[in-house]
Antibody
Framework: QVQLVQSGAEVTKPGASVKLSCKAS????????VHWVRQAPGQGLEWMGI????????SYAQKFRGRVTVTRGTSTSTVYMELRSLRSEDTAVYYC????????????????WGQGTMVTVSS | QSALTQPASVSGSPGQSITISCTGT?????????VSWYQQHPGKAPKLMIY???KRPSGVSNHFSGSKSGNTASLTISGLQADDEAHYYC??????????FGGGTKLTVL
């Protein structure tokens, strides 16, 4: 079945970096965009960025530009999200989500979600 | 990019209908048909309920429906059921390949 499986929970310190993974299976990896969305404890959803697995093209929310990088490995059908200069406000569950669409559009909606990765930033 | 505006909470009794609004601007909802809605139960990942403003993915009940007028999108749930109790989030394309979510609405089924 179509699924996105994310890496495990992370505990890290302020100022450090974290790199999360999201492994896709059950569909043609390069055919659909993948997004990253985060959710702080008790808060709403926040869109972070998108990658086109076909060519690696990316777009990021202005809030995260310069601090986030999304990449992909086509041979492993895996998308990665690195967030740098972490602060306590980055403590959140991070989700990857597949788009209904792929190359040739700007995306449509997020139809398949990973299980989420909890990142805790604490000194 | 500012978050879309949703009411913090709505409630209704089983069998009733409720509508959740999602207000944006001419730069997001007002200029895009790419509005989607997500349901999230506690401790779970969000689930796509409506996309392109009015379309339901396969497997989503037809008691969920979406609409849009100007800068405001709406999600209507008719015939409320206990399992509909959850948080609901709207989302819209907000410029070239960037997206924005609403703050979320907690639906309580009385």
């Amino acid at each position: 079945q179509v699924q996105l499986v994310q890496s495990g929970a992370e505990v890290t310190k302020p100022g450090a970096s974290v790199k999360l993974s999201c492994k896709a299976s059950g569909y043609t990896f390069i055919s659909r965009y993948v997004h990253w969305v985060r959710q702080a404890p008790g808060q709403g959803l926040e869109w972070m960025g998108i990658i086109n697995p076909t060519d690696g093209g990316t777009s990021y929310a202005q809030k995260f530009r310069g601090r986030v990088t999304v990449t992909r490995g086509t041979s492993t059908s895996t998308v990665y999200m690195e967030l740098r200069s972490l602060r306590s406000e980055d403590t959140a569950v991070y989700y990857c989500a597949r788009d209904l669409s792929g190359s040739g559009s700007e995306g449509v909606a997020f139809d398949i979600w990973g299980q989420g990765t909890m990142v805790t930033v604490s000194s | 990019q500012s978050a879309l505006t949703q009411p913090a909470s709505v409630s209704g009794s089983p069998g009733q209908s409720i509508t959740i609004s999602c207000t944006g601007t001419s730069s997001d909802i007002g200029s895009s048909n790419l509005v989607s809605w997500y349901q999230q139960h506690p401790g779970k990942a969000p689930k796509l309920m409506i996309y392109e403003g009015t379309k339901r993915p396969s497997g989503v009940s037809n008691h969920f429906s979406g609409s849009k007028s100007g800068n405001t999108a709406s999600l209507t749930i008719s015939g409320l059921q206990a399992d509909d109790e959850a948080h609901y989030y709207c989302c819209s394309l907000a410029g070239r390949s960037t997206w924005v979510f609403g703050g979320g609405t907690k639906l309580t089924v009385l």
